[in-house]
């Protein structure tokens, strides 16, 4: 099994900034990616970023210029920076991996539980 843990969300007024880091942890054999997505009360979940194990990365347009999705030092953790936080911002911010088990040799994508971010005007 392979284990999202993020850290991080809280509340933040329109303009801050705000951190976030996910830590993979167990049974893992590769990891092809990881990043952040949010969903808000009654919205689909939707990406915010993205970082692929060759360096390369895949930001939602709405947090280009403000997000940044980084390698953390530990290893297999990655964090997001979020700049000028805007109220629309507000959710809840799941990490994501798509990786392979050791136990079960297939990609699949893995969950964390999710920190709420709220963002007030």
């Known amino acids: 099994q392979v284990r999202l843990v993020e850290l991080g969300g809280g509340l933040m007024q329109a303009g801050g900034s705000l951190r976030l880091s996910c830590a993979a942890s167990?049974?893992?054999?590769?990891?092809?990616?990881m990043g952040w997505y949010r969903q808000a009360p009654g919205k689909q979940r939707e990406l915010v970023a993205r970082l692929f194990s060759s360096g390369s990365t895949n930001y939602a347009d709405f947090v280009k210029g403000r997000f940044i999705i980084a390698r953390g030092n530990a290893k297999n953790t990655v964090y997001l920076q979020m700049n000028s936080l805007k109220p629309e911002d507000t959710a809840t911010y799941y990490c994501h991996a798509d990786a392979i088990a050791t136990t079960y040799y297939y990609n699949m994508d893995y969950w964390g539980k999710g920190t709420l971010v709220t963002v007030s005007s």
């Open positions: 167990g049974s893992i054999s590769k990891i092809n990616s």
